[in-house]
Structure formats: C-alpha cells, structure tokens
C-alpha cells in the first residue's frame, strides 16, 4: 500500500490556474474511476473536494476541476485565489478493496 | 446536518492500548461504511481501516493489520477502533469519516492519539 505521488508543493500568483498530479499504479488510480480529491487547512479536517475523478460535490467551487490519464490523476485549480492556500492530498479506492492515499500537496498563493 | 464526534484519544505507553469512538448523527448510520483515517503531525493522510454498513466487510492497512480492530454499534449510531500494541509511529490524530460511494464526504475534527513513554 503505498502512498500515491504527489509533488510536495506548487505555487502560483492569484488569478493563475495551477495543477496537481498524483500518479498511482493500475491498482489504484489507473484501474478506478474513484479518485478523489481534499482540501486540508491548517489544524482542520479535511474537505471533499472533487469524488469520482472528476465531480464536484454541492457547494465546490466551479473552479475547481479533476481529470485523469492512465495511472495519474489531477486537479486544476483556477482563477487561484488566497483562500485556495492549504494542503491537498488526492485518494483512490484499490484493488484490495481498500483506499490509498496521496503524499500530499502544499499550495502557495505567492 | 451530519455530525461525526471522535473521542478516546489521549497519552498511552508503547504496548498499551487505547479504544477510540466515533458518534455520528445526522444521517442513517446504519447504510453507510465508515472509516478511520489518521495522520501524523506535521505529514499526511493515511487510509487506517473501514467497515461496512452491517460489519460483514472489514478491511485494514499494512501498518495496522493484527493490532487494531474496527468495529460499530447500529443501534446505538457509534463507531470504534480497538488499538492494541501500540508503537511511537502510532502517534497521529485520528479522524472518523463516513463514505459515499468511494469517496469521504463527511469528517469528524479528529482525537488525538500519543504514544510514548
């Protein structure tokens, strides 16, 4: 079970969009349509972002947006705003019927 | 509006053991599979374990597998997570979360847990 891979961190300027990866194997990210997507503020829990690849859940920002290619998956931020800036980790179901997830993500607004 | 209240967490010696509990409220507890997440101070996210919706389902991680134990109560809307042989790398706060379909929608603001002597 090991942690999907995500870049340690990525920063961009306001109003810029920014793209996190998370590469996985055909266990996980390549072999199901179930990654998702958290955001994690500083001494808080976590937050659904996107499910499912790609869908927002009520309440999302429509600027927020996910994708996937083979075994990596990605999510775009854009129109980056200040209120963006917190950790995110990226998750997927396996084929042990379990859940992974990713290394995790620190997005700065410069 | 769904609630997940964790509690149990606190300062323990390596070996020792520590019961966590989560109650929930707000949804129909018994249709969901729930789950433990943990994570470290200062790292990431680890998936700990999950149980289905009438316990006939239940999976571990590596690190955890032979020394914890998941388990709910239905009637009573409560989850646990029986942690025995408990090691330094054990330290984590501890976050009860409810599954829709693959994804964690909902999260409780987490235990923490101290392991050390």
């Known amino acids: 079970q090991s942690a999907l891979t995500q870049p340690a961190s990525v920063s961009g300027s306001p109003g810029q969009s920014i793209t996190i990866s998370c590469t996985g194997t055909?266990?996980?990210?390549?072999?199901?349509?179930?990654v998702s997507w958290y955001q994690q503020h500083p001494g808080k829990a976590p937050k659904l972002m996107i499910s499912?690849?790609?869908n927002r859940p009520s309440g999302v920002s429509d600027r927020f947006s996910g994708s996937k290619s083979g075994n990596t998956a990605s999510l775009t931020i854009s129109g980056l705003q200040a209120e963006d800036e917190a950790d995110y980790y990226c998750?997927?179901?396996?084929?042990?019927?379990?859940?992974?997830f990713g290394t995790g993500t620190k997005v700065t607004v410069l | 509006e769904v609630q997940l209240v964790e509690s149990g967490g606190g300062l323990v010696k390596p070996g020792g053991s520590l019961r966590l509990s989560c109650t929930a409220s707000?949804?129909?507890?018994?249709?969901?599979?729930l789950s433990w997440v943990r994570q470290a101070p200062g790292k990431g996210l680890e998936w700990v374990s999950s149980?289905?919706?009438?316990?006939?389902?239940?999976y571990y991680g590596d690190s955890v597998k032979g020394r914890f134990t998941i388990s709910r109560d239905n009637a009573k809307n409560s989850l646990y997570l029986q942690m025995n042989s408990l090691r330094a790398e054990d330290t984590a706060v501890y976050y009860c979360?409810?599954?829709?379909?693959?994804?964690?929608?909902?999260w409780g603001q987490g235990t923490l847990v101290t392991v050390s002597s």
């Open positions: 055909s266990s996980d990210v390549g072999g199901y349509d179930y």
């Open positions: 707000g949804f129909i507890f018994r249709s969901y599979t």
């Open positions: 979360a409810r599954r829709s379909t693959y994804n964690y929608r909902d």
């Open positions: 499912d690849v790609s």
């Open positions: 149980i289905s919706s009438s316990s006939e389902y239940i």
């Open positions: 998750s997927s179901y396996t084929s042990s019927s379990t859940h992974v």
